[in-house]
């Protein structure tokens, strides 16, 4: 396995809108259900959204439900996590992983700042 990369994060003013993208290996993507998940100053790394490769089902934490949207794209082994309407509270460092996360596959992220 290898380590996963993020990209996509920025500084953005609360109400904006990102899009992470996470690449890895195909036999990460097409082994796992794949999540992302943040971390941000002084609290718990938490999940943020999930997707099971084959189906497409997803999952959302309550705390992004109907602001965010989590894809992927099978065939370029993406991962995208789309944000809107993003509040202070979403300033953290975004991680892509499989879910449930292996902890060999934690990269560096990429950080998201919202400002008021």
């Known amino acids: 396995q290898v380590q996963l990369v993020e990209s996509g994060g920025g500084l953005v003013q609360t109400g904006g809108s990102l899009r992470l993208s996470c690449a890895a290996s195909?036999?990460?993507?097409?082994?796992?259900?794949m999540g992302w998940f943040r971390q941000a100053p002084g609290k718990e790394r938490e999940f943020v959204a999930s997707?099971?490769?084959?189906?497409?089902?997803?999952a959302y934490a309550d705390s992004v439900k109907g602001r965010f949207t989590i894809s992927r794209d099978n065939a370029e082994n993406t991962l995208d996590l789309q944000m809107n309407g993003l509040i202070p509270e979403d300033t953290a460092i975004y991680y892509c992983?499989?879910?449930?996360?292996?902890?060999?596959?934690w990269g560096q992220g990429t950080q998201v700042t919202v400002s008021s």
């Open positions: 997707i099971r490769w084959t189906t497409g089902i997803t």
């Open positions: 992983n499989t879910d449930p996360p292996l902890s060999n596959l």
């Open positions: 195909k036999r990460t993507f097409r082994s796992y259900a």
